[in-house]
């Protein structure tokens, strides 16, 4: 069975601090793909990022970067300068490779990441 | 935008009542998704669906039925719904362009069952 723990229930920071909110997930697929969703108050889900588990290169998007690590099973995604317009609650989430882009998600918990300004 | 709309956006009703969500794509995606999202849970996938009539269960089907007997529409039921199916549901395509292979979602339906 696929898991993925976000760790971090909650973090709040002051403006311009960098934020890291950490995901650890469980796998016995060799392929698989990692997501990072955004979900801010008004309620929809936007994506960030998707990641094939042959890639480990790290991605950077303006200010925001993506660090995967399989050997410790970790994606974990920073934000660089957060601010206020970075509150949100961040999931993580797992696809198995069940066959083109068949991707049944299981997503942690999320983290609700506050700005403060 | 991946074209997705899900309606009804909310949606009041009483514990044994049937309700039927309905999620509208309109760029011809293969795989479309429900999820229930929960405080505590995240999002939890109910059912899917890879081309017209072909579904099958997710992690959390129990007390729900799918149905797409077109491209467009995937259509959620709740037979007989009850106080534990209150939660936001979400509705998912995935889209392959190019290199690019993204799962979108819907802006949700808040079902609120008394």
């Known amino acids: 069975a696929q898991k993925v723990t976000q760790a971090q229930t909650e973090i709040s920071v002051v403006e311009k601090e960098d934020v890291t909110l950490d995901c650890v997930y469980e796998?016995?697929?060799?392929?698989?793909?990692l997501f990072w969703y955004k979900q801010p108050p008004s309620g929809e889900l936007v994506f960030l990022i998707r990641?094939?588990?042959?890639?480990?290169q790290n991605e950077i998007s303006g200010r925001y970067s993506w660090n995967f690590q399989k050997s410790t099973s970790s994606f974990n995604f920073t934000i660089t300068a957060s601010q206020v317009v970075d509150s949100a609650v961040y999931f993580c989430?797992?696809?198995?490779?069940?066959?083109?882009?068949?991707?049944?998600?299981?997503f942690g918990k999320g983290t609700l990441l506050t700005v403060n300004p | 935008d991946a074209g997705i709309t899900q309606s009804p956006r909310h949606k009041v009703t009483e514990t044994g009542t049937p309700v039927t969500l309905r999620c509208h794509q309109t760029?011809?995606?293969?795989?479309m998704y429900w999820y229930r999202q929960d405080p505590g849970h995240g999002l939890r996938l109910i059912h899917y669906?890879?081309?017209?009539?072909?579904?099958d269960k997710g992690e959390v089907s129990d007390g729900y039925s799918v149905s797409r007997s077109k491209t467009e529409d995937f259509l959620l039921t709740l037979e007989s719904a009850t106080s534990s199916q209150t939660s936001v549901y979400f509705c998912?395509?995935?889209?392959?362009?190019?290199?690019?292979?993204?799962?979108?979602f819907g802006p949700g339906t808040r079902l609120t069952v008394l």
């Open positions: 989430a797992l696809s198995d490779s069940s066959g083109g882009s068949n991707y049944k998600l299981t």
């Open positions: 796998t016995r697929d060799t392929t698989y793909y």
């Open positions: 760029e011809n995606h293969r795989y």
């Open positions: 669906s890879y081309g017209v009539k072909d579904t």
């Open positions: 998912a395509i995935s889209m392959t362009s190019g290199s690019y292979n993204e799962q979108f």
């Open positions: 990641r094939n588990s042959f890639d480990e």
